[in-house]
């Protein structure tokens, strides 16, 4: 034992140390693209209409910013439950009902995941929010204000403002794959109804 402490005391070799770290950076990176090729591959698919941020809102850099008809500011009606009592910040579950086009309606807002959500719906989870005791009072009034990672979308330069203007007008609908644990990737994003851009898996 005394011999095992000595050894974990002595100063790592740097060329171990950095092998190590490199390891574990590489491994993580993969798991990452991974963890998002997945979701591309096998989730559930739906389709969402986005709204218009801010007509003045011209492209920054090489993304748009999207935000969603449906999900983004859902209403804080649909919210069932228990509201913490104390403030508490978490993420949301949005149990969504998606028609045979892929078109998907909130139907419910939950703090805990849906153990039997019903055939047809698909639970999508939101990046955690603040959430207010005091708003416990007033929960049947007025919207979330969620995101869901699927925000932004890189577009190559220069090709952002016919994106923006469809936005605008309402004409633009991205394609969204959910895993089984609720997490959302932009797998498509059209105009009119025509693809536009495809992600690919790597």
């Known amino acids: 034992m005394t011999g095992l ?10 060329v171990i140390a950095g092998i190590l770290c490199a390891v574990f950076m590489i491994g993580s990176l993969a798991m990452m693209i991974q963890s998002r090729a997945s979701i591309l591959r096998d989730g ?8 218009p941020i801010d007509p003045r809102d011209l492209m920054r850099g090489d993304y748009v910013r999207l935000q969603y008809d449906e999900i983004s500011r859902p209403e804080r009606a ?16 949005l149990t969504l009902a998606v028609g045979e086009d892929g078109a998907a309606t909130v139907t419910a807002i939950s703090l805990e995941r849906p153990v039997d959500a019903g055939k047809g719906t698909v639970l999508l989870r939101s990046d955690p929010v603040m959430l207010s005791a005091d ?7 007025g919207q979330f204000a969620l995101k869901f990672g699927i925000e932004r979308y890189y577009v190559p330069e220069g090709e952002g403002l016919e994106i923006e203007s469809a936005r605008n007008a309402g004409r633009a609908t991205a394609a969204i794959r959910v ?20 992600e690919p898996l790597y």
């Open 5 to 14: 402490a000595s050894t974990l005391r002595r100063p790592l070799n740097p």
């Open 78 to 93: 649909l919210f069932s439950g228990d509201w913490p009592q104390q403030d508490r910040y978490a993420p949301l579950w």
């Open 179 to 198: 895993s089984k644990r609720g997490v959302a990737q932009i797998a498509r994003l059209m105009i009119d109804g025509e693809t536009l851009y495809q």
């Open 135 to 141: 708003a416990g009072n007033q929960i049947s009034q």
């Open 44 to 51: 559930t698919e739906i389709i969402l209409k986005t709204e």
